[in-house]
């Protein structure tokens, strides 16, 4: 498997491999025998100087050569192994492992993350100033990468994180009146999956991958908060104004269309006029009407 490769600026690319690692337990046999060696060399020093000297030697070289190459890898971690400096590949399997003293390992964690950022203020699609955080989750996906491609593959999750939030925060406006457009208010699962497909092309290049992502905080900021609030307030009033008027009018339709079916009362268009207006008055007004009752004649 090649090693490395050059992405679109000239810059080598790492690329993540197994590493040719041992089981740690084949190994673990090998030094309780040379610790067994060693016991009886010194057992055999009262009799046979030479061949205990000889075992008791033999036994420590070999203890002392096999113990710094064991290393234990948990669950969902990884050890990038180097060789005076040079990627050897990445060691994957958990439990004990083995592997030559002279070359180095570096554990990291394949564990999901989960990071919260900070409130950021940004300006949406139409200028308005908003505050956003946003949760991701996280994991390493390429050893390699993350750790010889990135300097600090952590903060550059965090720094990726925070202008993937401004580019997509001024990308829709925060909120849509006429519920006629893609907003950040309105359509969390959409700004969401996009908001995930952006940071996953920013993070590619050090070997990380996103789960999941999502606002947690999002609001319009403090300076124009309070006349946005009062532009819902009147949005809300408008919209009920506007429902409670088209039924008033149905209400009243329905009432002049009975009356004249049935022949209750003869209405020129001054007196529909003047019922027009008394239904409505009664139907739209915000108080309960006092009724008049008119004992005379109607004219």
Same mark, same amino acid.
């Given at each position: 498997?090649?090693?490395?490769?050059?992405?679109?600026?000239?810059?080598?690319?790492?690329?993540?491999?197994?590493?040719?690692?041992?089981?740690?337990?084949?190994?673990?046999?090998?030094?309780?025998?040379?610790?067994?060696?060693?016991?009886?060399?010194?057992?055999?020093?009262?009799?046979?100087?030479?061949?205990?000297?000889?075992?008791?030697?033999?036994?420590?070289?070999?203890?002392?050569?096999?113990?710094?190459?064991?290393?234990?890898?948990?669950?969902?971690?990884?050890?990038?192994?180097?060789?005076?400096?040079?990627?050897?590949?990445?060691?994957?399997?958990?439990?004990?492992?083995?592997?030559?003293?002279?070359?180095?390992?570096?554990?990291?964690?394949?564990?999901?993350?989960?990071?919260?950022?900070?409130?950021?203020? !940004?300006?949406?699609? %139409?200028?308005?100033?908003? =505050?956003? /955080?946003?949760?991701? *989750?996280?994991?390493?996906? @390429?050893?390699?990468?993350?750790?010889?491609?990135?300097?600090?593959?952590?903060?550059?999750?965090?720094?990726?994180?925070?202008?993937?939030?401004?580019?997509?925060?001024?990308?829709?406006?925060?909120?849509?009146?006429?519920?006629?457009?893609?907003?950040?208010?309105?359509?969390?699962?959409?700004?969401?999956?996009?908001?995930?497909?952006?940071?996953?092309?920013?993070?590619?290049?050090?070997?990380?991958?996103?789960?999941?992502?999502?606002?947690?905080?999002?609001?319009?900021?403090?300076?124009?908060?309070?006349?946005?609030?009062?532009?819902?307030?009147?949005?809300? !009033?408008?919209?009920? %104004?506007?429902?409670?008027? =088209?039924? /008033?009018?149905?209400? *009243?339709?329905?009432?002049? @269309?009975?009356?004249?079916?049935?022949?209750?009362?003869?209405?020129?268009?001054?007196?529909?006029?003047?019922?027009?207006?008394?239904?409505?008055?009664?139907?739209?007004?915000?108080?309960?009407?006092?009724?008049?009752?008119?004992?005379?004649?109607?004219?």
């Amino acid at each position: 498997m090649v090693e490395s490769q050059a992405d679109s600026a000239g810059l080598a690319r790492s690329r993540d491999y197994p590493a040719r690692a041992s089981s740690g337990y084949v190994m673990l046999v090998v030094t309780l025998a040379a610790i067994a060696a060693m016991a009886a060399g010194v057992t055999l020093m009262k009799s046979d100087s030479a061949v205990g000297l000889t075992l008791l030697i033999g036994g420590a070289l070999i203890f002392g050569f096999l113990v710094p190459g064991f290393y234990m890898i948990q669950p969902n971690q990884a050890a990038a192994i180097t060789l005076f400096g040079a990627y050897k590949g990445s060691d994957r399997v958990n439990g004990l492992r083995w592997l030559w003293p002279w070359m180095t390992k570096k554990k990291i964690s394949l564990r999901a993350n989960n990071m919260i950022s900070e409130r950021l203020k !940004v300006n949406d699609l %139409r200028g308005n100033p908003i =505050e956003i /955080a946003t949760q991701v *989750v996280w994991r390493v996906t @390429d050893t390699a990468q993350a750790l010889f491609d990135i300097d600090d593959y952590k903060s550059f999750v965090v720094v990726q994180a925070e202008a993937a939030v401004r580019t997509i925060g001024s990308r829709y406006p925060y909120d849509d009146f006429e519920h006629q457009e893609v907003t950040l208010r309105g359509n969390h699962d959409q700004i969401g999956a996009e908001l995930r497909t952006e940071l996953i092309a920013r993070l590619v290049t050090a070997g990380i991958t996103v789960d999941e992502c999502g606002f947690t905080h999002l609001a319009y900021a403090q300076e124009i908060a309070g006349a946005m609030l009062r532009r819902q307030q009147a949005e809300a !009033v408008v919209a009920a %104004r506007k429902t409670l008027v =088209e039924g /008033a009018v149905g209400m *009243v339709e329905m009432a002049l @269309d009975m009356l004249s079916a049935k022949n209750v009362v003869e209405l020129d268009d001054e007196r529909r006029a003047a019922m027009v207006s008394n239904l409505m008055v009664v139907l739209c007004g915000e108080r309960d009407t006092q009724p008049v009752v008119n004992a005379g004649s109607l004219y």
